[in-house]
T-cell receptor
């Protein structure tokens, strides 16, 4: 089954404790991306990757890091999480290396930073 | 600076009638537009897209219209069904701008009443 898998689905943690949200896709897609969804703000892109070792900033990259060492995985790293990073996070992927292809989204990761 | 605007946070229609969801954009470099649908506790799913070389794209009950001069697009759902009740996001990309960011609107919550 074609899917984008995020882990964990839920996490409550404390300020400053490094965390990683993993994202894996099994569709051999080039483009992968991270978004956060906040009430009243919709979906905002954090980082995207057009292919292995090619990443770039979205609209809200501050406080986040990503890496793309292999095509299937695109982890989101919060080196020193803060309460304003409490949000619902989505990973997505699409074929080709471009943002205009329909993206497949994961089911989301709800992060709470206390 | 909100580049993609969905000015109606919510819309309510009767089953069988037409639903019209609107989206405005400010960046004239945008040349590809997508609509996504999102149910609670799930990731967004792709619905329909349109390139700037077209002014209409149709897929079953869903039609997207693009008015480039007005920087406006709309999604028509005819006839509306209760299962269409969801949050709808408009998104835009600029393939010629050297960036593969995807910019989303804040979303419109559609409720279709039986």
């Amino acid at each position: 089954e074609a899917q984008v898998t995020q882990n964990p689905r839920y996490l409550i943690t404390v300020t400053g404790k490094k965390l990683t949200v993993t994202c894996s896709q099994n569709m051999n897609h080039e483009y992968m991306s991270w978004y956060r969804q906040d009430p009243g703000l919709g979906l905002r892109q954090i980082y995207y990757s057009m292919n292995v070792e090619v990443t770039d900033k979205g609209d809200v990259p501050e406080g986040y890091k990503v890496s793309r060492k292999e095509k299937r995985n695109f982890p989101l790293i919060l080196e020193s999480p803060s309460p304003n990073q409490t949000s619902l996070y989505f990973c997505a992927s699409s074929p080709g290396g471009y943002s205009n292809q329909p993206q497949h989204f994961g089911d989301g990761t709800r992060l709470s930073i206390l | 600076d909100q580049q993609v605007k969905q000015n109606s946070p919510s819309l309510s229609v009767q089953e069988g009638r037409i639903s019209i969801l609107n989206c405005d954009y400010t960046n004239s470099m945008f040349d590809y537009f997508l609509w996504y649908k999102k149910y609670p506790a799930e990731g967004p799913t792709f619905l329909i897209s349109i390139s700037s070389i077209k002014d209409k794209n149709e897929d079953g009950r869903f039609t997207v219209f693009l008015n480039k001069s007005a920087k406006h697009l709309s999604l028509h759902i005819v006839p509306s069904q209760p299962g269409d009740s969801a949050v709808y996001f408009c998104a835009a990309s600029a393939s010629q701008g050297g960036s593969e960011k995807l910019v989303f609107g804040k979303g419109t919550k559609l409720t279709v009443n039986p």
